[in-house]
């Protein structure tokens, strides 16, 4: 528990120092508060921890809400802004758009504990398409789909990303087993 909490606090610290312009649009944007208050009314046990992320469990679970950014899709260049996968060391991430969620906009659910997520339980659920496994030890995610009578295997994420998870496996994501 220890350990967790103080992870918690790391990653709320990097979060904020990395990233204050996107934090200043967020304050002045309402849809990021928006989405927040959504998936707080849809969860139970979160708390916002910042403008743009949720905490639960202890803070081994955090979801963070980016709202787009349009210097980073709509350059003058033309040019398509893929993100770097972002997951902090320790963590295994979903993201809810291809390439990490370009264009900086979308949902990231990211998860601390060796435990087993219902993803429904912090406003993920069918949404992921990409990943970043940014654990030690080579510790494996495994994502699965509810079929409504079992679970069922979409893909093993080992230490590494995946930018897109395919169509087979789009927006189907419905629990994640950590490691
Ligand atoms: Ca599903």
Same mark, same amino acid.
């Given at each position: 528990m220890c350990a967790a909490i103080a992870a918690f606090a790391t990653v709320a610290v990097s979060v904020a120092g990395a990233q204050p312009a996107s934090a200043e649009d967020s304050a002045s944007d309402g849809s990021v508060q928006a989405q927040i208050n959504d998936i707080l009314a849809r969860t139970t046990g979160g708390t916002q921890i910042n403008e743009n992320q949720i905490a639960w469990d202890d803070g081994t679970v955090v979801v963070t809400v980016t709202a787009g950014d349009? @210097?980073?899709? /709509?350059?003058?260049?033309? !040019?398509? =802004?893929?993100?770097?996968?972002d997951c902090d060391y320790q963590w295994t991430c979903l993201y809810e758009h291809v390439d990490f969620n370009n264009y900086k906009r979308g949902l990231t659910a990211a998860f601390y504990a060796c435990d087993f997520f219902?993803? @429904?339980?912090? /406003?993920?659920?069918?949404? !992921?398409? =990409?990943?970043?496994?940014n654990q030690s030890g080579g510790a494996v995610s495994t994502v699965y789909d509810w079929t409504g009578d079992g679970w069922v295997v979409l893909w093993r994420s080992p230490p590494g990303s995946d930018a897109w998870v395919g169509s087979s496996v789009n927006d189907r994501a419905d629990g994640i087993w950590a490691c």
């Open positions: 349009e @210097a980073a899709g /709509g350059s003058s260049s033309g !040019a398509v =802004s893929a993100q770097a996968p219902y993803l @429904a339980d912090y /406003g993920l659920q069918d949404m !992921a398409s =990409s990943w970043h496994n």
